[in-house]
């Protein structure tokens, strides 16, 4: 799993690459754990190549989410493909997140 992490202005995209499985949450969790001290603005969380997310990678979401919350920022999901799409139904997501566009396939 790789994460790239670019900012500009008030904005922070987050681009995951591969499968959010719970070891690499697990790895990916001191990095998101930074962002959400610095929640303030607007995240986004681009999701164009990443093919599978796990309870841990939710559980991640959920975190930046309650933590812009807390600060005025806000977090917005794109480009999630249609079985992570379907993950986010399952699991109440869809109604939890804004969802700006959905990847073909």
Do not use: H
């Amino acid at each position: 799993m790789e994460v790239n992490i670019t900012r500009e202005n008030n904005t922070i995209t987050v681009q995951f690459s591969g499968r959010m499985d719970t070891p690499a949450a697990q790895e990916i969790t001191p990095q998101m754990n930074a962002l959400a001290e610095e929640a303030s603005g607007t995240i986004i969380l681009d999701c164009t190549e990443l093919t599978y997310i796990s309870s841990t990678g939710l559980r991640i979401f959920l975190t930046l989410r309650k933590a812009a919350a807390e600060k005025g920022g806000k977090v917005i999901i794109c480009n999630i493909c249609n079985d992570i799409r379907s993950v986010f139904m399952m699991t109440g997501f869809l109604n939890l997140f804004e969802i700006q566009s959905y990847k073909k396939g």
